[in-house]
C-alpha cells in the first residue's frame, strides 16, 4: 500500500521511519518532508495547509493512508475534509481534535467528565479577566484557548506578569485568534509525564510510557522549548501510575468523547504533573509529541500501520502492543539561540559516521538513529533550516547505557553554534535510585 505522511519534523521523521518498516508497505510520501525524510520517503513540496492540494495529490497517485503528524491541520479539519472524499486517514476530526484546538473546550469537557486537572476559570473579556487576577493569587498559568505553536502558555510569577500576559494575548492578538479567550489557571507543581494512547473511538491502546525535557538548558533551566530530549520508559511511571492514568484518565476520556457524540480516533496525548495531590492533566494533544515519538515508537515493536488501520476501521480492540525491553534516548541538537533567534543554513557533518542499527548482533558496534528536524538537502549537502535541527536516539540496556551510547552518537556530529543539553535522562537516574518500583530496574 501507499501511506502519505504529512508534516517536517523529527515526529515525521520518525513517523516514516516507522511506517517504513511495515510488510503492509511499498511507497512512502511526505509532505513536505526534510532532509533526512527525502533518504526514505519521497519528499512532495505541498504544505500541511494546504488540504485541496493535498487530497488532489492523494487521489492521483492513489494514496490508501494519510497520517497526520502536526496539529494545526487536524484542527482546522484535515480529517474532514479526507473522509469527505472516501480518503483513509489517521488522525482526530475537528470536532474531537478540540481537545488540542481550545483549551476552553477541554477544561470544560474535563470538568463534565471528573477528569482531574487545575482549577481554572475561562474568559472572553480581558475586563473580566483582569478583575479575576486582581482578586488571584500567585504564581498562576495564562493560556491562549487556541492554538499558538507551542507558545501560548505563560506562567506568571506575579499580577504584573499575569496583566501582561492577558494584554499580550487578548488586545496585542500576539496569537491572532487564538487569543479570543483565555483560560487562567492554578499553577500546578511536580513533575511531567506523557502518557499517549492511540484510539479507535471506542477501544483504545496505551503507548509505553516517555518524560521529555522540555527547558533548554541542563538542569531544566532557562525558556521553554518543543522539547529539548526525551527518554522512554520513564521509570517515576511504575505499573501502578500508569494504571491510574488509564483510569482516571485516558479511560473517562475515550470514554466521555464518545458519548458526547465526538469519538475520539487517533493519537490522543495526555500531558499530566504528578503533584502531591496525585495525577492531573495539563494539556491534551491529538497527536504524537516531539520528541516522546522518538523515543516512543523506537521501542514499539507492533507494525504501526496495522495499528493506524485499526484506529481508521475501528478494530482496536484486536491489537495488542508490544515494546522492546531496551530503554532509548533521544538528544535534540538545536542551533545556538533557539528557542530565541537562530541561525540556519550551516552544513552538519558527521551524518554518515553514525551507522543506523537496530537490533544489533554482540559484535556489532550500536550506533544510532538520526531523525532530522530542522534540516534540508542543499545539493549534496544536508543543511541546518531550523531551530531543532536533529534528534538523535539509540538504545541501551538500561537508561544509564542508552544515555551512554546516544551522546556517543551526538558526539560525531557538529554544526556551526550547534547546541545540545548534556543532561538528558539524568533524572531518569535520580528516579531509578529514588523509587524502589521504578520501571526499568534489572
Ligand atoms: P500546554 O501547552 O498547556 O501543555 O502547556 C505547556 C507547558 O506549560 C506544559 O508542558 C507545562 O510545562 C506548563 N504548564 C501548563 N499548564 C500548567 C499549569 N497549570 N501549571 C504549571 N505548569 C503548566
Known amino acids: 500500500m501507499k501511506v502519505l505522511v504529512i508534516g517536517s519534523g523529527g515526529r515525521e521523521h520518525v513517523l516514516v521511519w516507522k511506517i517504513k518498516q511495515s510488510p503492509l508497505v511499498d511507497k512512502i510520501y511526505c509532505a513536505p518532508g526534510n532532509g533526512g525524510i527525502g533518504a526514505i520517503a519521497e519528499c512532495v513540496d505541498i504544505n500541511g495547509g494546504a488540504i485541496p492540494t493535498l487530497i488532489e495529490f492523494v487521489k492521483e497517485k492513489k494514496i490508501d493512508l494519510t497520517v497526520v503528524g502536526p496539529e494545526a491541520p487536524l484542527v482546522a479539519g484535515i480529517v474532514d475534509a479526507f473522509e469527505k472524499e472516501g480518503l483513509k486517514v489517521f488522525g482526530p476530526n475537528r470536532q474531537a481534535a478540540q481537545l488540542e484546538g481550545s483549551k476552553v473546550f477541554s477544561k470544560e469537557f474535563m470538568v463534565r467528565n471528573k477528569i482531574p486537572t487545575a482549577d481554572f476559570k475561562a474568559f472572553d473579556n480581558i475586563d473580566e479577566a483582569k478583575e479575576f487576577l486582581a482578586k488571584a493569587s500567585f504564581p498562576i498559568v495564562v493560556k491562549a484557548d487556541g492554538l499558538a505553536a507551542g507558545k501560548g502558555v505563560v506562567l506568571c510569577k506575579d499580577l504584573a506578569e499575569a496583566q501582561k500576559a492577558v494584554d499580550k494575548i487578548m488586545q496585542e492578538k500576539v496569537f491572532k485568534d487564538a487569543g479570543h479567550k483565555v483560560v487562567i489557571e ?82 490522543l496525548y495526555a500531558g499530566l504533573m504528578l503533584t502531591e495531590n496525585g495525577i492531573k492533566v495539563l494539556e491534551f494533544n491529538v497527536r504524537f509529541g516531539d520528541p516522546e515519538a522518538q523515543v516512543v515508537l523506537s521501542r514499539m515493536k507492533n507494525d504501526i500501520v496495522e495499528i493506524m488501520l485499526a484506529s481508521c476501521e475501528g478494530c482496536l480492540n484486536e491489537i495488542q502492543t508490544q515494546w522492546d525491553p531496551r530503554s532509548c534516548v533521544c538528544v535534540v541538537m538545536s542551533a545556538g539561540g533557539y528557542p530565541g533567534k537562530y541561525e540556519t543554513g550551516g552544513e552538519i557533518t558527521g551524518l554518515n559516521d553514525v551507522i543506523e542499527t537496530q537490533s544489533p548482533r554482540p559484535d556489532e558496534k550500536i550506533d544510532g538513529i538520526i531523525f532530522h528536524a530542522g534540516t534540508k538537502k542543499d545539493g549534496e549537502k544536508i543543511v541546518t533550516s531550523g531551530g531543532r535541527v536533529l534528534g538523535v536516539t539509540n538504545f541501551g540496556d538500561d537508561i544509564e547505557q542508552a544515555i551512554k551510547n546516544t551522546y556517543v552518537a551526538v558526539e560525531k556530529i557538529s554544526f556551526e553554534h550547534c547546541f545540545f543539553r548534556r543532561d538528558i535522562g539524568a533524572r531518569a537516574i535520580k528516579h531509578m535510585q529514588e523509587i524502589p518500583e521504578a520501571i526499568g530496574q534489572r
Open 186 to 267: 492554578e499553577c500546578l507543581i511536580g513533575e511531567e509525564i506523557s502518557i499517549l494512547a492511540i484510539s479507535d473511538g471506542e477501544c483504545f491502546c496505551l503507548l509505553d510510557s516517555s518524560q521529555d525535557h522540555k527547558r533548554i538548558f541542563d538542569e531544566d533551566l532557562g525558556p521553554n522549548t518543543g522539547g529539548m530530549g526525551a527518554y522512554s520508559p520513564a521509570p517515576i511511571v511504575t505499573r501502578d501510575l500508569f494504571k491510574e492514568i488509564e483510569a482516571r484518565i485516558i479511560e473517562p476520556t475515550i470514554r466521555g468523547m464518545k458519548s458526547e457524540g465526538m469519538p475520539f480516533k487517533g493519537v
